[in-house]
């Protein structure tokens, strides 16, 4: 039982290029989250998805895109990243929206020079 | 004014000490209170929850939340140098998980 996985683990990108985020969770969650970690800002939320099909905006979703391919994938996508997307990215994954205990992967370090 | 302050530290105590990490809030709707611990260069991993008011026990945490104060502790007895980590807050009121707002952590270190 991995619990909820992230691909890369690390990742260095040039200012407008592409990429995208894997997430994935074996414990058949519902519900599933991207944050990114910023120095003195604590977890901000990106997207969310409340169930597979769904998509929704959180606080910061300017320069994402995501995609709910399944009940256990989700993934983030930056069509062209800017530095100010540097950050450690976070996938997690709750039983449903009503169930407040979310789950963490381990978080990619992205770094756009 | 954030929703939710949380003084990051550092915080530095000898082992076997007893430590509490605190959390002040806003916004009165909220009922859901959780801290995590995240090592470093790790995902959170959630430790305690709570909801509502009234503590919550699991062997050396104690998670306390006063409501009216609009303040949460957790309480850490005995304390080793494997919970050298960062302390996250988090609570949300019942609009669903997707609400979670998140303290910036309080960097805790436990010396041998």
């Known amino acids: 039982n991995a619990g909820v996985t992230q691909t890369p683990k690390f990742q260095v990108l040039k200012t407008g290029q592409s990429m995208t985020l894997q997430c994935a969770q074996d414990?058949?969650?519902?519900?599933m989250y991207w944050y990114r970690q910023d120095p003195g800002m604590g977890l901000r939320l990106i997207y969310y998805?409340?169930?597979?099909?769904?998509?929704d905006k959180g606080e910061v979703p300017n320069g994402y895109n995501v995609s709910r391919l399944n009940k256990r994938e989700f993934s983030l996508r930056l069509e062209s990243a800017a530095p100010s997307q540097t950050s450690v990215y976070f996938c997690?994954?709750?039983?449903?929206?009503?169930?407040?205990?979310?789950?963490f992967g381990p978080g990619t370090r992205l770094t756009v020079t | 004014q954030k929703e939710v302050e949380q003084d990051p530290g550092p915080l530095s105590v000898p082992e076997g000490a007893i430590v509490s990490l605190n959390c002040t809030y806003s916004?009165?709707?909220?009922?859901?209170f959780m801290w995590y611990r995240q090592y470093s260069r790790k995902g959170p991993e959630l430790l305690m929850y709570?909801?509502?008011?009234g503590n919550k026990e699991d062997g050396r945490f104690t998670a306390q939340v006063d409501k009216s104060s609009k303040y949460i502790s957790l309480f850490i007895r005995d304390s080793q140098p494997s919970d050298s980590a960062t302390y996250l807050c988090a609570m949300s009121d019942p609009g669903g998980a997707q609400k979670l707002v998140f303290g910036q952590g309080t960097r805790l270190t436990i010396n041998p």
């Open positions: 998805s409340a169930s597979e099909g769904t998509t």
């Open positions: 709570t909801y509502s008011s």
């Open positions: 916004n009165s709707a909220f009922q859901y």
């Open positions: 997690a994954s709750s039983i449903t929206l009503d169930r407040y205990e979310q789950y």
């Open positions: 414990m058949n969650h519902n519900s």
